[in-house]
């Protein structure tokens, strides 16, 4: 019980910047930013957008086994999700959804030392209104301790 409070616990230290506000961007489906001038938009609307995190898994920790992230009330995140190697290829993953909670899990289990890049490919989002923030957390292999990882703010536009 004690190692694996420490193997969290340093887990958990090692990863604790692993996603900013920097890798977190927002992108038109076109990937072009907009640009809006002048224009007057209605409470009530939407924009589909592309939300794209970055995530480091430290070297000499426990592979990762599942990613889990809370999505803001204010956007609607759609099943079309890649999450890609730092090498830019595909990996092998499982979704499931809970309520506002997105399970993503490496059956492969060997996700460790690496970049994640993970491409929400079409979010329903408002034009106006508060930030949409994410909250991250991962789970160990052999371990099902869900340890925070970060957050991740998108601003409307």
Same mark, same amino acid.
């Given at each position: 019980?004690?190692?694996?409070?420490?193997?969290?616990?340093?887990?958990?230290?090692?990863?604790?910047?692993?996603?900013?506000?920097?890798?977190?961007?927002?992108?038109?489906?076109?990937?072009?930013?907009?640009?809006?001038?002048?224009?007057?938009?209605?409470?009530?609307?939407?924009?589909?957008?592309?939300?794209?995190?970055?995530?480091?898994?430290?070297?000499?920790?426990?592979?990762?086994?599942?990613?889990?992230?809370?999505?803001?009330?204010?956007?609607?995140?759609?099943?079309?999700?890649?999450?890609?190697?730092?090498? @830019?290829?595909?990996?092998?993953?499982?979704?499931?959804?809970? @309520?506002?909670?997105?399970?993503?899990?490496?059956?492969?289990?060997?996700?460790?030392?690496?970049?994640?890049?993970?491409?929400?490919?079409?979010?329903?989002?408002?034009?106006? @209104?508060?930030?949409?923030?994410?909250?991250?957390?991962?789970?160990?292999? @052999?371990?099902?301790?869900?340890?925070?990882?970060?957050?991740?703010?998108?601003?409307?536009?």
């Amino acid at each position: 019980m004690k190692k694996t409070l420490i193997s969290a616990a340093a887990f958990a230290l090692a990863s604790a910047a692993l996603i900013s506000a920097g890798y977190a961007t927002a992108k038109t489906d076109n990937n072009r930013v907009s640009n809006v001038n002048d224009v007057n938009f209605s409470p009530n609307s939407w924009q589909i957008v592309k939300h794209t995190f970055q995530v480091h898994i430290p070297q000499n920790n426990n592979a990762l086994s599942q990613l889990i992230i809370d999505t803001p009330s204010s956007v609607a995140v759609s099943n079309d999700i890649d999450v890609l190697n730092d090498k @830019g290829q595909r990996i092998n993953i499982n979704i499931s959804v809970i @309520g506002r909670r997105i399970l993503i899990d490496f059956p492969e289990k060997v996700i460790s030392n690496t970049k994640l890049v993970i491409e929400f490919n079409k979010v329903r989002q408002p034009t106006v @209104g508060s930030a949409s923030v994410y909250s991250f957390w991962a789970k160990a292999v @052999g371990n099902d301790t869900e340890i925070p990882i970060g957050t991740a703010e998108f601003s409307t536009f």
